[in-house]
């Protein structure tokens, strides 16, 4: 079945290959992700925050994986400070 037929229009059986390429890395990037989102953050329930957001900008939410370093737990801030200790 041919939608608007004779004006270049698609049917309703093909698909783009953007549209392909949207799809396998959408399938990529929502296991990484939530990989990524539980070691950064060491708790479970950052993981299907970054499953949902992968599966619909997974381009936009992998480069922020790649800038905060993939899989790499977050840094604690003053940790370093709150254990040093004064001589007198």
């Known amino acids: 079945m ?3 037929a ?3 229009s698609l049917d309703a059986t093909s698909s783009s290959p953007l549209k392909t390429v949207y799809g396998i890395g959408s399938l ?3 296991p990484a992700l939530t990989y990524h989102g539980y ?7 950052w993981a299907p ?6 599966a619909f900008f997974w381009p936009i939410a992998g480069a922020v994986a790649l800038a905060q370093g993939f899989g790499k737990p ?3 801030a003053n940790r370093r400070h709150s254990r040093r200790r004064t001589r007198r």
């Open 74 to 76: 977050k840094r604690r």
């Open 6 to 8: 004779g004006t270049g």
């Open 28 to 30: 990529v990037a929502v």
């Open 2 to 4: 041919q939608f608007l």
């Open 49 to 54: 925050g970054w499953a949902a957001i992968s």
């Open 39 to 45: 070691k950064r953050n060491n708790s479970v329930g």
